[in-house]
């Protein structure tokens, strides 16, 4: 009885431990995320969509705290209902709302990282949970899971450049999980196609979308009609 | 050359006389009208049947219901509705003439059959190309002036495919040019038919008729349909979408091309070789 | 001296059916040829051959000297028609589709040759009408401006009288002969009416089932130097073996219908009086006497078969 009480003890005691070094590694994010109040950049978009074709895009990222986002582009393109670039360093600001904990550490790149857990603390939030894997030596995050209760989960990889300072990253790779697209053959009107497919149902893919940034402006007071006004056609 | 030039101006010069040739303006007008004001009201809850999957883990950026798109939208639909107003014209080219006697009043002039039987099918594909003309006008510059330039999303069997707009200007040209090589064939199936029946509404009659009934053909996948089916003129019919492909099937459009050239080619013979040994009756 | 038209053997199948049968004619240049047979007889298909209607199954067709399958087209500049019934466009005006054939025709005329023409086919301030407003009377005459529209050498009219009103007849009477006269052009001119063609025509065909029945001089076939007596008596046994003994035994026909109280004759038409007087001296009565020419009476066995 005593080894299991003791034991229970020293698990406890890591628990708080991991825990301290989550709030630590946040921390260390946040200061980041503190010196950065907006940016723009150009931005060159990859998509990778079951059942969409599109040609690589370029356009144009602003973004401005707390959570003013904008990508300005000619045409048709598709960003993740839970978009990461606009919710994460407001997630990590806002220390209040979540529990955070670490779960492990994994290597990414040849980089150790911790996964923290971010379980928000009230149960109306639409994020069930967040799985941040942060690089430890240097605290950047690498990959985010971000699981919500409408829009299922998202998976994004972070690749870093001359930006590490203010935590942003020169490459992001989202993944989505999405029911296969399929369109009736009749509102297709395609006679040359054979619908071997069998039908969808609720068979699930995976879609990726690259965005790629470069030219970076830093902190240059973004006027906030940026992000009302109407895009060009 | 200036007799047939003559015969052609002629022909023509009917074509754009007769009362039944504004009723295919007309319906076109309509239609294209129609279809532009349902998009402008539930262009979105329509545009969501197609995009309910996407729009369920994305958010959709920019204008996707504008004007290539309606454009788009009903040159799909009236490629359905666009033979019955070509045969209707077309195929009473002939048969309309037999009917009413006019033929023996072109037929006693010098020209010569195979003269008038091409000048009769030059008009007819005129009449064509100002119906699509119509059309390009109505679908793509009056819905551009109604809902803006904007991206392609294009609706084919199990990809929606996305085409920059300063992608687009090319691939309506050579679309609109297959839609023209389609509706050539229904110019000269309803021609050809035209020839060897002497009353107006049988030509028009079957040529609906034929092209229901390949139509039906193409829409089932079955291994004995699969043989004929890429022989049949209303299976490349939609070939102008294949413009809308990322990549295009180029081997694919020069095919259909092909067949729908070898088409016009076939029944232009056959119309000819029959006219001219026609017994005029009536 | 080449004809206008020569039709060689012409034969017309459809299917077993023989419309025209073995058919020769020759039309002069200058004639105004009649070309008489009763409905059904073949002559619309003969003349739609002429025109290049319809092919002849057998036999050769030429016209001007030049076959017809040969030089089609340069032969229809010389040849105006009107085959069966003018028919036009009814959305057009008639000016409209005389101009539509002058196009067809490579002419161009100017409005005051067109109105000349209105003014010969008698149609002079109507051409502005659509042709659906015409009466088969305007059509008529709008057909003849077409078939004239070119000047051409030959004209063929397919029963050209039909709803035509007595004045019309007569005027059309009138153009054919003046046309004739003034232009040399040669006419080729259906009918199932007798007395029209023997009223203009110099040259005539009969025919019925497609077989030439009669053809030659109107003149000579209307001749009053052998015509068909029909001579009705009381007593036709005791009248014909007085005949026989008698020198008009040589003028006898060979008896149709014995039953008959008829008596059938050839002879010219100043012999008549003299049968009736020797019939009378040998008190043989008579109850009636007529008399028709050949063409009378060919075109009388068609009606009746």
Not at chain 2, 9 to 25: A, D, H, S, V
Not at chain 3, 163 to 185: F, S
Request: glycine share 6%.
């Amino acid at each position: 009885m005593k080894k299991i009480l003791l034991l229970l003890l020293c698990l406890g005691c890591l628990n708080l431990k991991a825990d301290d070094n989550a709030k630590k590694l946040i921390r260390e994010l946040n200061k980041k995320f503190t010196l950065l109040n907006d940016y723009s950049a150009d931005l060159y978009m990859k998509f990778n969509i079951p059942g969409v074709k599109m040609n690589n895009m370029r356009g144009k990222v602003f973004f401005k705290k707390p959570n003013k986002f904008r990508i300005r582009t000619k045409g048709i393109f598709f960003l993740p209902k839970q978009n990461p670039m606009q919710n994460i360093s407001n997630m990590f600001l806002d220390t209040t709302a979540y529990t955070t904990v670490i779960s492990g550490y994994e290597m990414i790149d040849n980089r150790n990282c911790a996964v923290i857990n971010m379980i928000p603390l009230k149960s109306d939030n639409e994020l069930i949970l967040g799985k941040f894997w942060v690089d430890i030596a240097n605290p950047l995050i690498l990959k985010t899971q971000i699981t919500t209760k409408n829009n299922g989960t998202i998976e994004t990889r972070n690749f870093f450049g001359d930006m590490i300072q203010y935590a942003l990253p020169s490459k992001i790779i989202i993944e989505v999980e999405m029911n296969k697209m399929k369109v009736p053959k009749m509102m297709a009107m395609d006679l040359k196609k054979k619908s071997t497919d069998k039908p969808a149902g609720n068979q699930k893919e995976k879609g990726s979308i690259e965005l790629n940034f470069s030219s970076f402006k830093i902190n240059t007071k973004i006027p906030d009609q940026v992000f009302t006004e109407k895009d060009e056609q | 050359m200036k007799s047939f030039i003559a015969i052609l101006n002629n022909e023509l010069y009917k074509t754009m006389k007769r009362p039944r040739t504004y009723i295919g303006f007309g319906v076109i007008i309509f239609i294209c009208a129609m279809l532009q004001a349902a998009f402008y009201h539930d262009g979105k809850e329509i545009l969501s049947f197609v995009t309910q999957q996407l729009d369920m883990v994305f958010n959709v950026q920019g204008n996707i219901l504008n004007g290539n798109l309606i454009c788009f939208i009903l040159l799909q639909t009236l490629i359905v509705q666009m033979p019955l107003l070509v045969a209707l014209v077309t195929g009473d080219s002939v048969s309309g003439e037999t009917a009413s006697g006019t033929i023996r009043f072109l037929l006693t002039t010098p020209a010569s059959r195979t003269k008038i039987i091409l000048a009769k099918w030059l008009s007819g594909l005129f009449y064509t190309l100002v119906l699509l003309i119509l059309l390009g006008i109505m679908a793509l510059v009056v819905s551009r002036l109604i809902f803006g330039v904007g991206d392609l999303m294009a609706v084919n069997s199990d990809t929606l495919t996305i085409i920059r707009s300063d992608d687009l200007t090319w691939r309506w040209g050579y679309a609109f040019l297959i839609a023209f090589l389609s509706l050539g064939v229904v110019a000269s199936l309803a021609q050809t038919l035209s020839c060897f029946i002497d009353n107006s509404i049988t030509p028009i009659v079957s040529v609906m008729a034929i092209i229901i009934i390949f139509t039906i053909i193409g829409m089932f996948d079955l291994p004995s349909f699969d043989l004929i089916k890429p022989f049949l003129f209303t299976t490349h019919m939609i070939s102008w979408k294949s413009l809308f492909e990322d990549p295009i099937p180029v081997k694919e459009i020069y095919f259909s091309c092909a067949v729908l050239l070898a088409h016009i080619i076939l029944l232009l013979s056959i119309s000819i070789y029959y006219f001219k040994r026609k017994d005029i009756l009536t | 001296m080449s004809f206008a038209i020569s039709l060689q053997n012409v034969t017309k199948k459809f299917n077993d059916f023989v419309a025209v049968d073995n058919l020769n004619l020759t039309v002069n240049r200058g004639d105004i040829y009649g070309f008489l047979g009763p409905n059904g007889s073949g002559k619309s298909t003969t003349l739609r051959m002429i025109m290049g209607l319809i092919s002849p199954t057998t036999g050769n067709i030429s016209l001007f000297g030049t076959a017809l399958s040969e030089n089609r087209s340069e032969i229809m500049r010389k040849v105006g028609c009107i085959i069966e019934k003018p028919d036009f466009y009814t959305y057009l005006t008639a000016h409209e589709n005389l101009k539509l054939f002058a196009r067809a025709h490579q002419l161009h005329y100017t409005e005051s040759q067109y109105q000349d023409l209105y003014q010969l086919v008698g149609l002079y301030k109507r051409e502005q009408g659509k042709v659906k407003t015409f009466s088969h009377g305007m059509k008529q005459r709008l057909g003849l401006a077409q078939a004239l529209l070119h000047n051409p050498e030959m004209i063929i009219l397919d029963e050209p009288n039909t709803g035509l009103d007595p004045q019309g007849i007569i005027d059309l009477r009138k153009l054919i002969m003046q046309l004739n006269a003034e232009r040399g052009m040669t006419v080729l001119f259906s009918s199932h009416i007798l007395t029209e063609v023997q009223e203009i025509c110099n040259h005539m065909i009969v025919i019925n089932k497609g077989k030439t029945i009669a053809q030659g001089n109107v003149q000579q076939l209307i001749s009053s130097e052998s015509l068909h007596v029909n001579l009705e008596v009381v007593d036709r046994p005791r009248a014909l073996a007085f005949i026989q003994q008698s020198p008009w035994v040589s003028k006898l026909q060979q008896e149709i219908n014995k039953t008959e109280q008829v008596i059938h004759f050839q002879m010219a038409k100043d012999e008549i009086p003299l049968l009736v007087q020797q019939l009378s001296a040998h008190n043989i009565d008579i109850l009636s006497i007529d008399y028709r020419n050949q063409l009378e009476e060919y075109f009388l066995k068609i009606t009746h078969s």
